[in-house]
């Protein structure tokens, strides 16, 4: 079974840093996370940032400038660098991957293939 698992979140300062990570519990070549999401308390889960496997990057116009996403192929792991962080950023982030392509998540009018998700990694900032 593909399990996602996020780590990196915490308590931070408005105007700090964290770097978030997501790794799969398993050697599974085909399955590369490439999408982070974030989902505040009463709120939908919404797109945060993704790429693709041509190192196309999307970002969410609230974290542009902000955030950065990247991945090592080779490992597997995809990292989301967040600076700047602001207290609306404060939510659960997960990160998701496309399997077999069976479902999808629409976020924003942007729709990606999502199969697995991580547990997820609580990211707060006070102000």
């Known amino acids: 079974q593909v399990q996602l698992k996020e780590s990196g979140g915490g308590l931070v300062q408005a105007g700090g840093s964290l770097r978030l990570s997501c790794s799969a519990s398993?050697?599974?070549?085909?399955?590369?996370?490439q999408a982070w999401y974030r989902q505040a308390p009463g709120q939908e889960r919404t797109l945060v940032a993704a790429?693709?496997?041509?190192?196309?990057?999307y970002y969410n116009d609230t974290v542009k400038g902000r955030f950065t996403i990247s991945r090592d192929n080779a490992e597997n792991l995809l990292y989301l660098q967040m600076n700047n962080l602001k207290p609306e950023d404060t939510a659960t982030y997960y990160c998701?991957?496309?399997?077999?392509?069976?479902?999808?998540?629409?976020?924003?009018?942007?729709?990606?293939?999502?199969?697995?998700w991580g547990q997820g990694t609580q990211v707060t900032v006070s102000s």
């Open positions: 998701a991957a496309p399997g077999q392509g069976l479902s999808e998540y629409c976020s924003g009018g942007v729709c990606l293939p999502v199969d697995y």
């Open positions: 398993l050697s599974i070549f085909t399955i590369k996370p």
């Open positions: 790429i693709n496997s041509g190192d196309i990057t």
